[in-house]
């Protein structure tokens, strides 16, 4: 079975807001913004819904086999320090990843759609959510 590395995007600024993963993109989002927890990401849900918007959820890498744990905590680090505003409360291990040389978000987002036979980057995401369609990665 297939399991999503994913993030939620903040549709005021177009940030990374929270790295998560699942195996069911669509019933998990819906976990997010239905029942919300009384979390650092649970508070940042609840203002995006008073102000009558819902974050965008957006694939970052798919995991086949191996250990997704693993992967999930590889993006949180990465994204912490591409100085993304994660909510995570989770520490990512970050002494067991070598990101001295790591690509651009924009391409790993792109060798990963390529590699995976998904497609091309087009300069937007089709995601779930309510967002802007101008939000891109570059």
Not at 24 to 51: C, D, F, M, N, S
Not at 52 to 79: A, K
Not at 114 to 138: C, K, N, P
Request: charged share 25%; proline share 4%; aromatic share 10%.
């Amino acid at each position: 079975m297939t399991t999503y590395i994913y993030g939620l995007i903040d549709p005021t600024d177009h940030k990374i807001k929270y790295i998560g993963r699942t195996n069911h993109l669509y019933q998990r989002w819906q976990q997010h913004v239905e029942e919300i927890e009384p979390t650092v990401k649970g508070e940042w849900i609840k203002r995006l819904r008073a102000a009558g918007i819902t974050p965008t959820l957006l694939i970052l890498d798919q995991v086949e086999h191996g250990d997704v744990v693993d992967v999930e905590n590889w993006w949180i680090e990465f994204g912490r320090r591409m100085g993304w505003p994660l909510t995570n409360s989770t520490s990512s291990q970050a002494h067991k990843y070598d990101l001295s040389k790591l690509l651009e978000p924009w391409e790993i987002a792109e060798n990963g759609v390529y590699m995976r036979g998904l497609g091309t980057i087009t300069g937007s995401f089709i995601v779930i959510g309510g967002h802007d369609e101008g939000a891109q990665w570059r």
